[in-house]
């Protein structure tokens, strides 16, 4: 639903789902999957329906996803870094056995 | 003298004189005007970057990079570079999930780098802004629709665009104000949805005189004329709603007696602001509704006192008021609460903030009252339509509760679950009063609001756990009185 209007300055890679992505140094994460092309970012905990970052400014909770391995994080609050890995969720977050 | 960041939990201290929660314009303003007394000042911000929402990257965007923010936006500027000059504490990306108020002084507890601490402050000044209020309708959970203020977030933080077809919905001046910043950065909306009332006018017109002297006439007239040269706009809309299965497609709507379709890859809704208010509300202090601005604030007083001694509540977060109102409200705050902890009369500068911010207040009333959403958006009848989106509770489930005498926001939370996700209710709260006032036909001051706890934001229970705790606490979980 965006697209970016700016010629790269500083990128960053990170790993979504398994893809590899480019993102400005300065972006959240949410802003780094928008301007990716993805919309949609986990599945609602209730009805398992398709839900996407809605405020971007951490009030909606819409946009929880899996940040090296810690899940539920809010997307549009954590800027990115080189080599992070995020994962979309499906439904509520699992308990980790024998984690932190 | 410049700022001294701190962006690890153990560089902070246990005790400061003020403690400031938000680095938005009020936040800045109050820190400025402490840190000039001297005062140990701590400024706590959510975000990795000051400037709060309206003025958000001011700290690396320049006007060459991104001219078509605007003027008004560059003032961000200036107020940043007061606050880095100063000798204050800033700590970005920190949660601040609980304030206490114990013995006349405030306690805080903060989650910064994945760690949790416990702060004391004699005062505390809450500046916590505002968010966009919910626009429940038909399918505004679909991928594809987003709130007017996150996509001009997208804009000001990431040079982000729509693309494809982009519809905007609802009422206020953001709706301009993104439509044109949109337009000079070469961008294109295909329609906006305009669902201000006509008979809204009405209402609004004994208050123009106090608009017509206000600098938002001659901004907000330039905006409405440059966009609607450029882009479609249809007046009085009702019965809007989203459409699409997996993500949105377009929209289908009401105007002018006709119902209208169309094709959208994108839709942005916005109605208005009211104040981010969770924490105040979790500490205690009294809430009380604003009829004109049909929101819950604080109760403060002319300096910004909630009904907390230690706690005051600057900017948006007190009620709306804007960028401008917010600056001037921080910097009285900010001198109001270094007066009282450095136990002196109030003075000549407090005065004169408190005219300069009557001034900037010139025009409100005429905007909240042209501006008011509408009360189908309010509080929608639509009985499918979701209203607390963690929970996934419709108007309908909500409306039965209504019928069947829920007491309150607060009991209806036992009954669906509703307010109860991870948003805490900040989506879900300002509709929920509106349909339970609706139904059963009270006014929404009795109605009231969520009843608030900490934490207002989720925090792992390590880092609860690894709190210092008192013996008093270490007996009530574990029967037993610690040896040492």
């Given at each position: 639903?965006?697209?970016?209007?700016?010629?790269?300055?500083?990128?960053?890679?990170?790993?979504?789902?398994?893809r590899?992505?480019?993102?400005?140094?300065?972006?959240?994460?949410?802003?780094?999957?928008?301007?990716?092309?993805?919309?949609?970012?986990r599945?609602?905990?209730?009805?398992?329906?398709?839900?996407?970052?809605?405020?971007?400014?951490?009030?909606?909770?819409?946009?929880?996803?899996?940040?090296?391995?810690?899940?539920?994080?809010?997307?549009?609050?954590?800027?990115?870094?080189?080599?992070?890995?995020?994962?979309?969720?499906?439904?509520?977050?699992?308990?980790?056995?024998?984690?932190? | 003298?410049?700022?001294?960041?701190?962006?690890?939990?153990?560089?902070?201290?246990?005790?400061?004189?003020?403690?400031?929660?938000?680095?938005?314009?009020?936040?800045?303003a109050?820190?400025?005007?402490?840190?000039?007394?001297?005062?140990?000042?701590?400024?706590?911000?959510?975000?990795?970057?000051?400037?709060?929402?309206?003025?958000?990257?001011?700290?690396?965007?320049?006007?060459?990079?991104?001219?078509?923010?605007?003027?008004?936006?560059?003032?961000?500027?200036?107020?940043?570079?007061?606050?880095?000059?100063?000798?204050?504490?800033?700590?970005?990306?920190?949660?601040?999930?609980?304030?206490?108020?114990?013995?006349?002084?405030?306690?805080?507890?903060?989650?910064?780098?994945?760690?949790?601490m416990?702060?004391?402050?004699?005062?505390?000044?809450?500046?916590?802004?505002?968010?966009?209020?919910?626009?429940?309708?038909?399918?505004?959970?679909?991928?594809?629709?987003?709130?007017?203020?996150?996509?001009?977030?997208?804009?000001?933080?990431?040079?982000?665009?729509?693309?494809?077809?982009?519809?905007?919905?609802?009422?206020?001046?953001?709706?301009?104000?993104?439509a044109?910043?949109?337009?000079?950065?070469?961008?294109?909306?295909?329609?906006?949805?305009?669902?201000?009332?006509?008979?809204?006018?009405?209402?609004?017109?004994?208050?123009?005189?106090?608009?017509?002297?206000?600098?938002?006439?001659?901004?907000?007239?330039?905006?409405?004329?440059k966009?609607?040269?450029?882009?479609?706009?249809?007046?009085?809309?009702?019965?809007?709603?989203?459409?699409?299965?997996?993500?949105?497609?377009?929209?289908?709507?009401?105007?002018?007696?006709?119902?209208?379709?169309?094709?959208?890859?994108?839709?942005?809704?916005?109605?208005?602001?009211?104040?981010?208010?969770?924490?105040?509300?979790?500490?205690?202090?009294?809430?009380?509704?604003?009829?004109?601005?049909?929101?819950?604030?604080?109760?403060?007083?002319?300096?910004?006192?909630?009904?907390?001694?230690?706690?005051?509540?600057?900017?948006?977060?007190?009620?709306?008021?804007?960028?401008?109102?917010?600056?001037?409200?921080?910097?009285?705050?900010?001198?109001?609460a270094?007066?009282?902890?450095?136990?002196?009369?109030?003075?000549?500068?407090?005065?004169?903030?408190?005219?300069?911010r009557?001034?900037?207040?010139?025009?409100r009333?005429?905007?909240?009252?042209?501006?008011?959403?509408?009360?189908?958006?309010?509080?929608p009848?639509?009985?499918?339509?979701i209203?607390?989106?963690?929970?996934?509770?419709?108007?309908?489930?909500?409306?039965?509760?209504?019928?069947?005498?829920?007491?309150?926001?607060?009991?209806?939370?036992?009954m669906?679950?509703?307010?109860?996700?991870?948003?805490?209710?900040?989506?879900?709260?300002?509709?929920?009063?509106?349909?339970?006032?609706?139904?059963?036909?009270?006014?929404?001051?009795?109605?009231?609001?969520?009843?608030?706890?900490?934490?207002?934001?989720?925090?792992?229970?390590?880092?609860?756990?690894?709190?210092?705790?008192?013996?008093?606490?270490?007996?009530?979980?574990?029967?037993?009185?610690?040896?040492?």
């Open positions: 639903m965006f697209r970016s209007i700016e010629s790269p300055k500083s990128r960053v890679r990170v790993i979504v789902d398994g590899e992505i480019e993102a400005d140094v300065a972006a959240s994460v949410a802003a780094a999957l928008l301007g990716a092309g993805m919309t949609a970012v599945r609602s905990v209730v009805g398992g329906e398709p839900r996407a970052p809605y405020c971007l400014m951490g009030i909606c909770f819409e946009c929880l996803v899996t940040i090296d391995g810690v899940q539920n994080r809010q997307a549009c609050m954590v800027p990115v870094r080189d080599g992070m890995v995020i994962s979309s969720q499906r439904g509520a977050r699992t308990m980790e056995v024998g984690g932190q | 003298m410049t700022v001294q960041m701190i962006r690890n939990a153990e560089d902070l201290a246990e005790r400061y004189d003020i403690a400031i929660v938000g680095a938005g314009p009020a936040g800045m109050a820190a400025t005007e402490c840190a000039k007394f001297g005062l140990r000042t701590i400024v706590f911000d959510e975000n990795s970057e000051a400037g709060g929402q309206i003025y958000r990257a001011i700290t690396r965007n320049t006007p060459a990079a991104r001219p078509y923010l605007g003027r008004d936006y560059w003032r961000g500027a200036s107020l940043w570079e007061a606050f880095v000059a100063t000798t204050a504490s800033y700590v970005p990306a920190a949660a601040v999930w609980s304030l206490e108020q114990q013995d006349e002084e405030a306690e805080l507890r903060v989650s910064v780098s994945g760690r949790s416990i702060v004391h402050a004699k005062r505390v000044i809450l500046a916590t802004g505002a968010t966009e209020r919910p626009m429940p309708v038909r399918g505004w959970t679909l991928p594809g629709v987003m709130s007017i203020g996150a996509a001009q977030i997208a804009l000001k933080s990431a040079g982000l665009l729509p693309e494809g077809r982009a519809v905007l919905a609802g009422s206020g001046p953001l709706l301009y104000l993104y044109s910043q949109v337009l000079a950065a070469g961008g294109v909306i295909d329609a906006i949805l305009d669902t201000t009332p006509r008979r809204y006018w009405l209402q609004a017109a004994p208050h123009l005189l106090p608009f017509l002297i206000s600098p938002y006439v001659w901004k907000g007239l330039g905006l409405i004329l966009v609607t040269r450029a882009v479609r706009v249809f007046r009085s809309v009702t019965a809007l709603e989203i459409n699409g299965k997996d993500r949105a497609d377009g929209v289908t709507f009401t105007a002018g007696g006709k119902t209208v379709s169309l094709p959208a890859k994108s839709v942005f809704l916005h109605q208005g602001v009211i104040p981010h208010a969770n924490l105040a509300n979790a500490a205690g202090c009294e809430m009380g509704w604003n009829d004109r601005q049909k929101c819950f604030a604080p109760v403060v007083d002319r300096q910004g006192r909630s009904t907390k001694a230690s706690i005051f509540i600057a900017g948006d977060g007190n009620g709306i008021g804007g960028a401008l109102v917010a600056e001037f409200d921080g910097r009285i705050a900010g001198l109001a270094g007066l009282e902890v450095l136990g002196k009369e109030p003075s000549e500068d407090l005065r004169r903030y408190g005219r300069l009557q001034k900037a207040l010139r025009g009333t005429f905007i909240d009252l042209l501006y008011q959403p509408a009360p189908s958006f309010r509080a009848a639509e009985e499918d339509v209203v607390c989106r963690c929970e996934e509770v419709s108007v309908g489930a909500i409306r039965a509760a209504a019928d069947s005498g829920v007491a309150g926001p607060n009991q209806l939370k036992t669906l679950r509703c307010g109860m996700g991870p948003c805490q209710g900040r989506m879900c709260a300002a509709t929920v009063t509106e349909i339970l006032a609706d139904a059963q036909q009270r006014p929404p001051t009795e109605v009231g609001t969520y009843r608030l706890r900490p934490p207002i934001k989720p925090v792992p229970l390590s880092e609860i756990a690894a709190l210092p705790h008192t013996p008093d606490a270490v007996y009530a979980v574990t029967g037993t009185h610690s040896e040492h």
